[in-house]
């Protein structure tokens, strides 16, 4: 992708028509776009805020092999409270005040309804949000082989700074770090994938 909208992700490890789940896709789907130019995967595209539902279908139209999907994740099913400054918005639960609501969905919900039983690469840039998420997915059993993962500790605060070590424990359990950009784009892959395409 673009140097704004890029996240560093194994190739050697795509095949042709894997799964996408791309969350916070903003004005800027070179990451997903080049995955489908690259290995023509099936990317689905997920952001609740007005400015990239009306750039994505005034651009893209759903073509290219991407979906748009006009609603967030969280870790439950409904209307999530959020902060929009002049920036990004803010999940309201950071401490931010709460001044929109928008719609948003488990990853657990949006597979049942897509029909989809697993996420080969899951991207996600959800300023904060995947601190509910990750736990959730991995309680659940969702393990996508690669995982994408812009995080938000800078956001954090005393009170709430441990959820980025707890987090971050938690997946080292099941993947493993293989990529890091500027200290906030992780890339996580899976550590069976991993095992068996670059052990030797």
Same mark, same amino acid.
């Given at each position: ?6 996240? /560093? ?7 042709? *028509? ?30 609740? %805020? ?27 099913? *409904? ?7 002049? *920036? ?14 928008? /719609? ?51 956001? #954090? %605060? ?11 424990? #938690? ?30």
């Amino acid at each position: 992708g673009t140097e704004y909208g890029g996240f /560093p992700v194994s190739l050697d490890l795509i095949n042709d *028509g894997d799964l996408v789940y791309d969350f916070g896709v903003g004005e800027d789907v070179s990451f997903s776009r080049s995955l489908v130019e690259e290995k023509n995967c099936e990317v689905h595209l997920f952001d609740f %805020t007005p400015q990239s539902i009306k750039w994505f279908h005034e651009e893209y139209l759903e073509k290219d092999n991407m979906t748009y999907h006009e609603y967030g994740v969280s870790d439950f099913d *409904g209307e999530l409270k959020v902060h929009h400054p002049n *920036g990004s918005r803010r999940p309201a639960w950071m401490g931010y005040e709460h001044n929109e609501t928008h /719609p948003v969905k488990t990853i657990q919900t949006i597979m049942k309804e897509l029909n989809h039983d697993n996420i080969d690469i899951l991207k996600m840039d959800v300023e904060g949000e995947e601190y509910k998420i990750i736990p959730q997915m991995i309680s659940q059993s969702i393990l996508p082989k690669q995982i994408c993962l812009e995080v938000h500790n800078r956001f #954090l %605060t005393k009170s709430n700074i441990e959820l980025h070590k707890d987090m971050l424990d #938690l997946l080292m359990k099941t993947y493993f770090v293989c990529g890091v950009v500027d200290n906030q784009e992780i890339l996580f892959v899976r550590q069976d994938i991993y095992n068996e395409n670059f052990k030797s």
